[in-house]
């Protein structure tokens, strides 16, 4: 079960390095709860979500504020249904011009094939900045 959910989790990361929004969110199942941690005050894509609605305002919310100047999962591990991925982003505001990067943690459960819960952490007061809070 564990390969299998590296697998689902590196495919969902590979789509959404080729911009395929509708692959990504067709991963998850319906009801998916959706966080990345820290206060939706500063940045747009900070905060809790439920539901795939949701999750699709969080990508279109996000990619109206940022450009993604690097984005690299540089490690990927399975515990029973969680999969743990290491990254590293790079980003520039929109409106700011704003450069900021960061490590990141992206923390996935996954249920009968599908991702139901996927948690974020980074470093919230640079996404603050690049976005000129």
């Given at each position: 079960?564990?390969?299998?959910?590296?697998?689902?989790?590196?495919?969902?990361?590979?789509?959404?390095?080729?911009?395929?929004?509708?692959v990504v969110m067709g991963s998850m199942t319906h009801d998916i709860a959706w966080e990345t941690v820290g206060r939706p005050s500063d940045f747009v894509g900070?905060?809790?979500?439920?539901?795939?609605?949701k999750v699709g305002e969080f990508f279109s919310a996000v990619a109206s504020v940022i450009d993604y100047d690097e984005f690299n999962v540089q490690e990927v591990y399975a515990i029973d249904d969680?999969?743990?991925?290491?990254?590293?982003?790079?980003m520039t505001g929109k409106t700011t011009g704003r450069k900021m990067d960061s490590d990141w943690i992206h923390i996935f459960t996954i249920r009968d094939g599908k991702i139901t819960a996927f948690r974020e952490f980074t470093d919230t007061a640079q996404v603050a900045y690049v976005v000129g809070k």
């Amino acid at each position: 079960m564990s390969d299998a959910n590296v697998e689902l989790v590196k495919r969902v990361y590979d789509a959404y390095g080729r911009g395929e929004i509708p692959v990504v969110m067709g991963s998850m199942t319906h009801d998916i709860a959706w966080e990345t941690v820290g206060r939706p005050s500063d940045f747009v894509g900070l905060g809790p979500r439920k539901g795939l609605e949701k999750v699709g305002e969080f990508f279109s919310a996000v990619a109206s504020v940022i450009d993604y100047d690097e984005f690299n999962v540089q490690e990927v591990y399975a515990i029973d249904d969680k999969v743990f991925a290491l990254g590293h982003y790079a980003m520039t505001g929109k409106t700011t011009g704003r450069k900021m990067d960061s490590d990141w943690i992206h923390i996935f459960t996954i249920r009968d094939g599908k991702i139901t819960a996927f948690r974020e952490f980074t470093d919230t007061a640079q996404v603050a900045y690049v976005v000129g809070k």
